[in-house]
Every structure is written in structure tokens, then in C-alpha cells.
């Protein structure tokens, strides 16, 4: 077969293979099939990733997913953390990993609990000389995502840039007091904790949850950084 007329597609190769007579209920046929559902396998990924990309960039936290113990996804946010900050990186497995031994025992415990179910969220502070500690959230992704997938998400302690917060407006319809109330939410902040860094009402920070819930279509505080995240896939389904 001359290279420039090889299909290159299932839906090619079946033609071919039909037009050759081939018997697409022998073990021929099975491996079509097989092609055929990592074709379409591929197909949706390369949606996700797009999807992805092009909310979780808006998001001003670092976000990413974990996949058997390695990052299969990750916005610039966190890619730059993984590069420059001291505390916590890529290890050379693929994987998330803290510098301190003691925390990144923690942090590992965490990722396989999640990616296992036996545990939906948690949330560790990893301190840094001279700088905010790393607020880290891990959320097991749910059904969106197969394979036990962990989402990650990173605060740097960094005020955030007023450009960041409108994007995130637009993207979840939140007023601008919500938005700087959601990303806190997904950390893993208590309404009294939020309250107290935001210089906000208690009672005003309730009403903020509230609306924010029911904004992104939430019950639970550990639904919203799930939220953020795999929102996108919600559309590909």
C-alpha cells in the first residue's frame, strides 16, 4: 500500500477493509473497533483539554488535575508555581510534589485518598520563608472525569489582580464581593475565616455563599473548586 493512500482514520480503514473484503466479525474486526474507541477516546481529551484551557486560565488560582499520580493538566498559574516556587513542584515521576518531606508525605496521602474515595477534600497550608503560605485544596473530580482524578488548586497568598476577578465574574455571573468570596470558598475557608481576611460582615459572607451556590449549581462548599474546574465537561456530556 503506496504511504499517501493509507487510511488514516477508523472510518477509513473500515471502508478499505470492506472494499477488500475483509470479514469485520473476525479479530481484524475487533481491532477496528478497538481503533474506533481510542478514536473517539482521543477526540473527547483533546475537547477537555481545550475546554480546559480556556476557562481555568481565567480562574485566579493554579489549578490542574491529577491522574494516576501524575499531572495531566495544569493552567499557566500553576505551571509557573511548579517552576518557581520553592515549596512545591513537579517531581520527576510527573507527579505533585512538596519540598518539606513531612508535608509532601501529607500531600501524597491526600492525592491517593481522593484518587481512592476515601476521602472528597482536603485542604493543607504549606508555609514558605519570607512569603504567604501555599493554600493547596485536592477535590476528587467525581464522575466527570474517569479514573480517580484529583483536582488541585493552589493559592499563592498574591493579591489578586482586579482583571483576574472580572474574568471570573463573567465566567460564573458573580458580582465582584462574590467573586472574592468564591475563590476563598474553594480553598477551603470557613465563613468566619473569609470574614476576617476580606474585612467583610459575617452575615454578609453568608449571603455571598448563598448566591454562589446557587450560581454555580452547588450544594456543598466542596462542589465549588469541582465546580470551577470540570465545569467545562458539563458541555462536552
Known amino acids: 500500500m503506496h504511504v499517501s493512500s493509507r487510511p488514516t482514520s477508523a472510518e477509513q480503514w473500515r471502508l478499505r477493509l470492506t472494499d477488500l473484503g475483509v470479514d469485520l466479525e473476525t479479530d481484524v474486526g475487533e481491532l477496528?473497533?478497538?481503533?474506533?474507541?481510542l478514536e473517539t477516546r482521543n477526540r473527547l481529551l483533546t475537547r477537555l483539554v481545550g475546554a480546559f484551557g480556556e476557562i481555568v486560565e481565567r480562574v485566579p488560582l493554579g489549578l490542574g488535575i491529577v491522574l494516576n499520580q501524575e499531572i495531566y493538566v495544569a493552567n499557566t498559574q500553576l505551571r509557573n508555581l511548579l517552576h518557581d516556587d520553592p515549596a512545591i513542584h513537579r517531581a520527576l515521576?510527573?507527579?505533585l510534589e512538596a519540598t518539606d518531606a513531612q508535608l509532601d508525605l501529607e500531600l501524597q496521602?491526600?492525592?491517593t485518598d481522593i484518587?481512592?474515595?476515601r476521602v472528597e477534600?482536603?485542604?493543607?497550608?504549606i508555609p514558605r520563608d519570607g512569603l504567604p503560605p501555599l493554600g493547596v485544596c485536592l477535590v476528587a473530580c467525581g464522575d466527570q472525569i474517569e479514573g480517580g482524578g484529583v483536582i488541585v488548586a493552589i493559592d499563592d497568598g498574591v493579591p489578586r489582580a482586579t482583571d483576574k476577578l472580572e474574568a471570573f465574574e463573567t465566567l460564573y455571573d458573580l458580582t465582584h464581593g462574590q467573586a472574592r468570596v468564591a475563590v476563598e470558598l474553594a480553598l477551603g475557608k470557613s465563613a468566619r475565616q473569609i470574614a476576617g481576611e476580606l474585612d467583610l460582615g459575617l452575615e454578609t459572607v453568608r449571603s455571598h455563599i448563598k448566591h454562589i451556590l446557587g450560581k454555580?449549581?452547588?450544594?456543598?462548599?466542596?462542589?465549588?473548586?469541582?465546580?470551577f474546574v470540570t465545569g467545562p465537561l458539563l458541555v462536552l456530556r
Open 115 to 117: 484518587a481512592l474515595g
Open 121 to 125: 477534600y482536603l485542604c493543607l497550608s
Open 109 to 111: 496521602d491526600g492525592i
Open 93 to 95: 515521576e510527573g507527579g
Open 32 to 37: 477496528l473497533r478497538t481503533f474506533e474507541r
Open 216 to 227: 454555580l449549581g452547588c450544594s456543598r462548599q466542596v462542589e465549588v473548586v469541582r465546580r
